[in-house]
């Protein structure tokens, strides 16, 4: 970690960041990091963090507890070299997840390529994972089904143990029974089963005594009996160990034969890792990957320094800062003390180096910052007494390494510029400095109190003012940038809010000039103007957006109100021509049922059919105007709902 690392709290963000890994691995890595100059690799590294911040929620990958095993994986390649007990586990978790990675990403690569593709540098190594549970139990033992021989040997033990205990417990009843026995029940001592006897009848027991009390009053004997099962089961004992040292050879040889794979994997199981702090670092932020470019330009967006969003959340005021566009490449910030200065110069400088990282920043979308070739950086007070430098010397050294180098594109961050020294020399030392820096296409954010900078961002070209708001009424900061605006210190007006003397402060004023007071004055009403007009946008803003809210839900009714009526005329159409069907069927039926009954009356009655055909064909004639009639008002229905669907 640089200086200037240190300067910007960028070990502080790592530090947060780290706490985000789910391994030693990714943690370790997040600390580590260093900032990228390769803008192929940054654009790179913030894809991955983007894809894995689109898996969170969606798959949990098993990376979970992870352990750096590269040293013991190292030392396992001598042949017959074994692993620490405790060291099997974690190298089965890793072996599993390294497939488990793999497999993941093998069933839903084409939602996250690039994951993807890291993913596919990993090894499946089920064949060492099986071996591995063949022999460990979930809670790391050895299993007794490990091999035939250690089953065997755990079996023919257990035999022999109960077998101790039957002889033991008979041999303390009798002994017992004799009043020889301190205790009725037996002891053990460094894995003898042994019976506790009074001291004083030490000569009328059979066996040898392995131990005794502290005050003597009581030795422990091991019978005779059971000597000879005791050391049965010490073999027994002996046994066990060599086969599972045999077992435990085996499986090295085996996790050896794929150590350069198993090392690999290591890595970018570290890697996964890394990515994944980074991802949910970015959605504890809410940040954004940045569009980066190589040019000198720089421009925040809704900016928040990463470390006040931890702490305050949502309460943080964003920045708004542009470098490199039509204002120019040199800004210079005034305001008032505590007003917010350092907190925008860092702002600039942290969320280069965090993107450098293939950090996220808690920006919004149209953040562009620049790859840097060189970034330099003057915050706090640099005194030195070890190197016999004083604060202006200091500020002074790292100014002039500032200005000697030509690397592009390079950001210079200068806090309290030209101070530490007298006003007027300071002032110009500052001017010559910025105007060279200017000329060198750098891009440079200074903050300052001296009037004759403010003079100087208005008056030359590529530099320009900015500053932090301050509210007249409440006389407290309000942490705004306003672009393009010099700003006030408020010295006065923050003196007397902590009830600094008024007399005292009577006479600061006169001393003051009234040219200065002039100038102090105009900016004072520039700035209450502006907090004004900014004040009345706001307001304007709103009534607007309640305006347009309003626009949009009486569109949406009307909308409704015209889908209901075009609905209404289509099921009347719909009626009146199922009306119109009904009808006629009926008139057709009419129709043929009467020319039946005249066609069957004219063979019998001459006369009469004739006047009857008459009037029947009048009673058809009736039935089709009518037939007509009602064909007239469906098609008149029709055209009405027509109409209305076209409006």
């Known amino acids: 970690m640089t200086v200037i690392d240190t300067l910007l709290e960028l070990d502080r963000v790592l530090d947060y960041c780290s706490q985000q890994a789910s391994s030693v691995l990714g943690k370790r890595r997040v600390l580590e990091s260093q900032p990228l100059n390769d803008l192929a690799e940054i654009r790179r590294q913030l894809a991955l963090v983007q894809e894995m911040a689109g898996l969170l929620g969606q798959a949990a990958l098993p990376l979970q507890g992870l352990s750096d095993l590269s040293p013991a994986l190292r030392r396992i390649s001598v042949p017959g070299a074994l692993l620490d007990r405790d060291q099997y586990l974690p190298l089965k978790d890793l072996l599993f997840a390294a497939g488990a990675v793999r497999r993941f990403f093998a069933r839903s690569g084409d939602h996250y390529p690039l994951l993807a593709g890291l993913a596919a540098g990993l090894q499946d190594f089920e064949p060492i994972v099986a071996a591995f549970d063949r022999v460990f139990d979930p809670a790391g033992e050895i299993r007794d089904e490990a091999s035939p021989e250690l089953k065997r040997i755990r079996r023919q033990r257990e035999a022999e143990a109960r077998r101790l205990h039957e002889t033991v417990d008979k041999v303390l009843r009798r002994w017992a029974d004799q009043k020889y026995t301190q205790e009725d029940a037996p002891a053990y001592r460094e894995g003898r089963l042994l019976v506790p006897v009074k001291a004083e009848h030490r000569g009328k027991v059979q066996g040898v005594v392995q131990d005794e009390s502290a005050t003597g009053a009581t030795i422990f004997v091991e019978p005779l009996e059971a000597i000879v099962i005791g050391n049965a089961i010490r073999r027994l004992n002996s046994e066990e160990l060599r086969e599972i040292h045999r077992l435990l050879l085996e499986l090295c040889d085996l996790v050896r034969g794929f150590l350069p794979d198993i090392l690999h994997a290591l890595d970018l199981l570290g890697q996964f890792d890394h990515i994944y702090a980074r991802a949910r670092f970015s959605r504890q932020l809410n940040g954004i990957a940045p569009a980066l470019t190589e040019e000198p330009y720089l421009r925040l967006l809704q900016a928040r320094h990463p470390l006040l969003v931890l702490k305050e959340g949502s309460r943080v005021v964003p920045l708004n800062l542009e470098l490199g566009g039509e204002a120019g490449t040199i800004l210079v910030i005034t305001g008032p003390n505590a007003g917010g200065k350092t907190v925008a110069l860092k702002t600039v400088g942290l969320f280069c180096r965090m993107a450098a990282c293939g950090l996220h920043v808690p920006a919004m979308d149209g953040t562009v910052i620049p790859v840097l070739g060189a970034l330099h950086c003057d915050i706090g007070d640099p005194q030195s007494l070890d190197q016999d430098l004083s604060t202006f010397t200091s500020h002074v050294k790292r100014l002039k390494e500032a200005l000697a180098d030509d ?56 530099t320009f003012n900015g500053s932090m708001e301050f509210d007249q009424e409440t006389l407290r900061p309000t942490f705004r940038f306003r672009e393009g605006l010099p700003g006030s210190s408020y010295a006065l007006e923050i003196s007397a809010r902590v009830g600094f003397p008024d007399d005292v402060l009577q006479v600061a004023r006169s001393f003051l000039g009234e040219e200065k007071s002039r100038l102090e004055d105009l900016l004072t009403r520039l700035n209450e103007s502006l907090r004004q007009s900014e004040a009345v946008r706001r307001e304007a803003d709103l009534k607007r957006t309640e305006m347009e809210s309003l626009r949009k839900l009486y569109s949406e009714r009307l909308k409704e109100l015209t889908r209901t009526e075009k609905e ?25 049922a009467i020319r039946e009954q005249v066609a069957s009356a004219a063979g019998q009655v001459s006369s009469a059919s004739q006047s009857l055909a008459e009037g029947a064909t009048e009673q058809a004639a009736g039935l089709q105007e009518t037939s007509s009639s009602l064909e007239e008002m469906a098609s008149m229905t029709k055209q009405n709902a027509d109409n209305a669907q076209q409006r």
């Open 568 to 592: 209404r005329l289509q099921k009347a159409a719909q009626e009146a021509r199922e009306l119109l069907e009904g009808v006629n069927r009926r008139i057709e039926a009419e129709v043929r």
């Open 407 to 462: 690397a592009r594109p390079k950001l210079v961050l200068l806090d309290e510029i030209g101070a530490s020294t007298d006003p007027a020399e300071g002032s110009a030392l500052a001017r010559a400095a910025l105007l060279h820096l200017r000329d060198q296409g750098a891009l440079a954010v200074v903050t300052t109190h001296q009037g004759t900078l403010k003079v100087f961002a208005h008056e030359t070209p590529g």
